[in-house]
């Protein structure tokens, strides 16, 4: 948005005054001069300065020279200022280099709950949160570095909960091209971003079911060998047999658990947050789920270079691009065929960059998924990331795959580009710009002994039996006196016998009937100092408003979790003896 013109000073002053001789009065009009033929001569008159225009001169000059002196005319100009921005219907706002709000329009007052004259004059930190304030004045300081618009997604605190903007901040420069401020306005999209995550998860899941064969597959081939290795033990084995089974039925079950939860994280999404990540970390996660779920026709392989540059991005959006990429180079490869992912740095130069549409030259990680396939045709090449268009067979695919591939990255900053020959294969690379952020590193996990119990009461509530029995002999075993209910109604019947000596109730989610949630609120009415752990395995719940509970049990868990999340949560609760 380019900056509004000066005001004219002279505007602003009063008009001189109709010329009057010097008795005050006003001179009459003389009648016009005739020539010989009777026609109107005009005869040029000599017009006088009016007396005080030495006055008015010198109150302009003096008033340019103070509003130079304060700052530049645009940034004082405050009645232009509210004009314009208020004529915006989205949150607008305007700074000085120093990051000081000069003006807020209506819709930002109204967005941040507060009053123009508690903004104009403060800097962000005296207004928002620290975090929100530095992330805001590095915005601010790249615009007037670069001197260049920036737009940006983000996702703002208000005081009726976040919400999400489409922000394009201005900068305001000089006629010698400095920066002397920034304008910026917001457009709440936060109903577009509800309706986009509702499209990603629904194209999810489509991706998901089209790899469902093979999840059976796989999980099928991992029971197996655990209903095998059990009804063996059931014989009269030796101590090294019964070891050897074990060890088989564990890392059956825990694979099983693996893909689970990768297909659990993939379908279900999450709230849009965007981190620093490493790439090497996002393509070994997409291995772990494609060499689970691709037929076994499919020589699968992986090329990821040292030193890669870290990016930011939402972790399982860009599974998604991922999972899509892999789902259509498995299709092309109907007779089985060689699916490669490989990642390396790329710096892209503004000549390439300009030739690309969404690209931005700089740093960027590139990441490819090639396929020896059946290739795409020339004359479709242009239209594979429309949406809807497909060549697939009806009912074989709603053609949003690759177009939710290019919303994704575009919605990273990023771009798409693809290479294909018919008959020869195609390879989809995906550029990503690398930040500057680093991580840190993941604290190794200490081994130690499992903690145990001193008598103290846990009422285990689950309508599965067998959880029931698992998890009480495990509690009992170290040192726990456990009572077990097979459903609230129970459960809140043994809590109103026994609460006093019940330190923490472990409670299934998914129950019928009453749930695990309703249940966690009767318990807290009865005794609002009762410790709850919440547990499903039907999602990944963390939050202690998402499942009432101040601690969480993810299913399927093993005896060191149930152990040590039962320890954390009963603390100082243990009775005293």
Known sequence: MSPNPPRNLSSDLPSPPPHKGVTGKSKKARPPLKSAAGKTAQKPVARKRPANVLAIKTRIASE???????????????????????????????KNKDGVFLAVNRAWTHFIGKNEADVTGRPDCEIFGHDTAAKVRQQDLAVLKS????????????????????????????????????????????????????????????????????????????????????????????????????????????????????????????????????????????????????????????????????????????????????????????DGGTLRLSAKNCEVSPGIAAKIDGAQPGRHVRMMVADSGTGIPEEIIGKIFDPFFTTKELGKGTGLGLSTVLAIVKSHNGFVTIESKLGKGSKFSIFLPATEETLRPAKPEEKSALPSGSGETVLIVDDEV????????????????????????????????????????????????????????????????????????????????????????????????????????????????
Not at 199 to 204: D, E, G, T
Not at 501 to 524: E, F, N, Y
Request: a neutral charge; proline letters at 6%; hydrophobic letters at 40%.
């Open 147 to 334: 001197r260049q618009p920036l737009r940006i997604e983000e996702c703002f605190p208000g005081p009726h909960g976040p919400a999400y903007f489409d922000t394009v901040l201005t900068p305001l420069c000089d006629e010698q091209g400095e920066a002397f401020g920034i304008i910026g306005i917001a457009r709440d999209v936060t109903e577009r971003k509800r309706m986009e995550e509702q499209f990603l998860r629904n194209q999810r899941m489509e991706s998901i079911g089209s790899l469902a064969g093979g999840i059976a597959h796989d999980l099928n081939n991992i029971l197996g060998p655990i209903m095998m290795s059990a009804s063996m033990l059931r014989e009269d084995t030796s101590r090294q047999t019964a070891e050897e089974l074990i060890t088989i039925i564990q890392e059956a079950a825990q694979r099983g658990a693996d893909i689970v939860s990768q297909v659990l994280t993939f379908a279900r999404g999450a709230k849009g947050e965007r981190k620093p990540m490493e790439p090497r970390f996002l393509i070994r996660q997409v291995e772990r789920i494609l060499k689970e779920i691709l037929p076994k026709s499919i020589t699968f392989t992986s090329s990821i270079s040292e030193g890669l540059w870290n990016i930011t991005g939402d972790l399982t959006q860009l599974h998604q691009v991922f999972v899509n990429l892999c789902v259509n180079a498995r299709d092309a490869m109907p």
């Open 466 to 577: 067998s959880i029931c029995k698992m998890a009480g002999t495990i509690l009992q075993k170290k040192g726990y006196r456990v009572l077990c209910a097979p459903g609230a109604k129970e459960a809140l019947e043994i809590y109103r016998q026994h609460g006093g000596a019940i330190q923490a109730v472990l409670t299934d989610l998914a129950m019928p009937g009453m749930d695990g949630r309703a249940l966690t609120r009767a318990l807290k009415e009865i005794n609002p100092a009762a410790v709850v752990i919440a547990s499903t395995g039907q999602s990944s719940y963390k939050e202690p408003d998402q499942h009432g509970g101040e601690f969480f049990l993810a299913k399927p868990y093993s005896a060191g979790q149930l152990l040590r999340t039962v320890h954390l949560a009963i603390g100082g609760n243990a009775p005293k003896n």
């Open 64 to 94: 340019i020279a103070k509003r130079r002196a304060d700052g530049h005319p645009l940034l004082e100009s405050t009645h232009i200022q509210r004009a314009l921005l208020n004529g915006i219907p989205d949150p607008a706002w305007m």
